[in-house]
């Protein structure tokens, strides 16, 4: 098959430009450390990368929702720890006060310690977190419990917020303040005792002790969930970790090249660029006499 000049030079000019397509990727590759630039240059990775991308977004929003479950229940496990040494310390004054040695006078003084307790009791109930009341539910901006009797705030239940600590898995951190201070009957055993020391009523101090043994029951039923759930958000961020780094890792294959590899294959184009250009200056300087010798 006859070949013309302009055949040759059109074939050697389309050498010249796909070596430096290929010498300008790898320059690319070697300048940025990516397999490719555009998404059009390789359709599969790219949707592979913006998958990873979107996971990795994901688990960053799920870890930091993590980080604030843990955050609210670790507060709260403080939180009822206080509430425990009160109930312990309202139950040591009733055993003083119930004793036969203990007089009117004596009971007052109790009841003014006991009347300090129900206001710590408040004052944890409406505990504040991040500008929130903790123990608010769904109502965080109002202070759930008041200082007057029966203590609630509102006749309407509280529910408690959820924080989506995993993909699809919702939970919340936090108990209300009706849960802990009201339902548990911390709050009534309180009172109860306080009116009793006022009256100066020793039964009712004495049936004070097993309420706020009851009371504290309860408290200490709430601690074991409430570390229960620590527990659980702690191993779901570290799940989370690992899958983040797989999800990394899994990325940078994709998308990443190794820079002794981009400088070796950058080297490799500049060679073959260079020996097309030298290549099609001989061709192109091919002249009618170079045929006729």
Same mark, same amino acid.
Do not use: C, W
């Given at each position: 098959m ?8 059109r ?16 320059q690319?590759q070697?300048? $940025? ?11 599969? /990775?790219?949707?592979?990368?913006l998958?990873?991308?979107?996971? +990795?977004? /994901? &688990? ?10 843990? @955050?609210?229940?670790?507060? %709260? ?7 425990q040494?009160? =109930?312990? *310390?309202?139950? %040591? ?14 009971? +007052?003084? @109790?009841?003014? %310690?006991v009347?300090?307790l ?13 500008? #929130? ?8 901006l109002?202070?759930p419990?008041? &200082? ?6 509102? =006749?309407?239940?509280l529910? !408690?917020?959820?924080? %989506?600590?995993?993909?699809?898995q919702?939970? @919340?951190?936090?108990?209300n ?13 309180? *009172?109860?005792l ?19 043994a $009851?009371?504290?029951?309860? #408290?200490?039923?709430? +601690?074991?969930?409430?570390? /229960?759930?620590?527990?659980q ?8 970790? #690992? ?5 990394? #890792?899994?990325?940078?294959?994709i ?6 590899d981009?400088?070796a294959?950058?080297?490799? @184009?500049?060679?073959?660029y ?10 192109? &300087?091919? !002249?009618v ?5």
């Amino acid at each position: 098959m006859r070949v013309t000049t302009s055949q040759a030079q059109r074939a050697q000019l389309d050498y010249i430009q796909s070596n430096l397509q290929r010498l300008v990727k790898a320059q690319d590759q070697a300048a $940025t450390g990516k397999r490719f630039q555009r998404g059009s240059e390789d359709p599969a /990775a790219t949707a592979d990368v913006l998958r990873a991308d979107s996971t +990795l977004a /994901a &688990n960053a929003q799920f870890m930091r929702n993590g980080d604030l479950a843990i @955050a609210r229940a670790s507060e %709260e496990d403080r939180v009822l720890n206080s509430v425990q040494l009160i =109930t312990e *310390r309202a139950r %040591e004054l009733a055993s003083q006060q119930a004793n036969a040695t203990a007089n009117a006078g004596t009971r +007052l003084m @109790a009841k003014a %310690e006991v009347d300090l307790l129900i206001e710590s009791a408040i004052g944890l109930g409406n505990t504040r977190f991040n500008n #929130v009341f903790l123990f608010g539910g769904t109502r965080e901006l109002e202070p759930p419990l008041i &200082n007057t009797f029966p203590y609630r705030a509102s =006749t309407d239940a509280l529910d !408690n917020p959820q924080i %989506e600590v995993a993909d699809g898995q919702l939970s @919340a951190p936090n108990h209300n303040a009706y849960e802990i201070f009201l339902d548990s009957g911390v709050m009534q055993a309180l *009172r109860d005792l306080s009116v009793a020391l006022d009256a100066n009523n020793v039964p009712g101090i004495t049936n004070a002790m097993p309420a706020l043994a $009851t009371a504290s029951d309860q #408290v200490g039923r709430l +601690l074991g969930e409430t570390g /229960a759930r620590v527990n659980q958000y702690e191993t779901i961020k570290s799940q989370m970790l #690992v899958a983040t780094l797989d999800t990394r #890792v899994r990325r940078s294959m994709i998308y990443d090249i190794d820079l002794t590899d981009a400088a070796a294959n950058f080297a490799q @184009a500049q060679s073959a660029y260079q020996a097309a250009l030298s290549a099609a200056n001989r061709v192109l &300087n091919l !002249n009618v006499m170079d045929y006729l010798r």
